[in-house]
């Protein structure tokens, strides 16, 4: 079985600033993939950035990159340039076959 | 291309009630799942289906259930309900989850339930 932890329920961050969420997750599997989603108040979830488990390299999308450490199995989101569109409810997930998400991280952007 | 659509959006029951979701996927995804989530929980995984077939199940007690049909289209049904079944149910479709080439889901706007 696969599960997911975000120890940090609530986080803030002023705009223009460089925030991290932290992941972490276990699995017994060697080949799987992990995410991270965005969801912003009463608006649908949605992908912010993946990553697959037998690649090295942290993934980067735009402002978005992690910090993918595969033998501590964390898997932490970096938001650089925070925006104010940035706030929502970020969910770090794992997938090997079906998608596990962690409780969540509300995330503060302050002007 | 349309996005994923869930009914009713937003619903209130009584206690012992049931009820029935209904979730259709974006056109050419055979992949449906479904999420209870509340606060502080995060989202709980119910069922996958795929091709009519549940894949994959989540620790949820037997009142809750599930179905795919042909068309991909999935509904989900939660029997005798109890308060703590208040949630928002999540369906996401994706083309194949098993397949790990994305993984990416693509979710609904969730349907609200509430049980009094």
């Known amino acids: 079985a696969q599960t997911v932890t975000q120890s940090q329920p609530e986080m803030s961050v002023q705009e223009a600033e460089t925030v991290t969420l932290s992941c972490t997750y276990d699995t017994s599997e060697s080949d799987y993939y992990l995410f991270w989603y965005k969801q912003p108040p009463s608006r649908q979830m949605i992908l912010v950035i993946r990553q697959e488990a037998y690649k090295q390299q942290n993934a980067t999308e735009n402002r978005f990159s992690v910090n993918f450490q595969k033998a501590a199995k964390s898997f932490s989101l970096k938001i650089s340039d925070s925006q104010l569109g940035d706030a929502a409810m970020y969910f770090c997930?794992?997938?090997?076959?079906?998608?596990?998400f962690g409780a969540g991280t509300r995330l503060t952007v302050k002007p | 291309k349309a996005g994923v659509t869930q009914t009713p959006r937003y619903l209130i029951k009584t206690r012992g009630q049931q009820v029935t979701l209904s979730c259709s996927p974006i056109?050419?995804?055979?992949?449906v799942s479904w999420y209870q989530q509340t606060p502080g929980q995060g989202l709980q995984f119910l069922f996958e289906y795929f091709s009519e077939t549940q894949r994959n199940k989540g620790n949820f007690p037997g009142r809750f259930s599930g179905r795919q049909f042909s068309n991909s289209r999935s509904e989900m049904n939660v029997s005798t309900l109890e308060l703590g079944d208040s949630a928002l149910y999540l369906c996401?479709?994706?083309?194949?989850?098993?397949?790990?080439?994305?993984?990416?889901?693509?979710f609904g706007e969730g349907s609200r339930l509430t049980v009094l």
């Open positions: 997930a794992s997938n090997n076959n079906d998608m596990r």
């Open positions: 056109s050419g995804h055979r992949s």
């Open positions: 996401a479709s994706s083309v194949d989850l098993s397949v790990r080439n994305t993984g990416e889901l693509f």
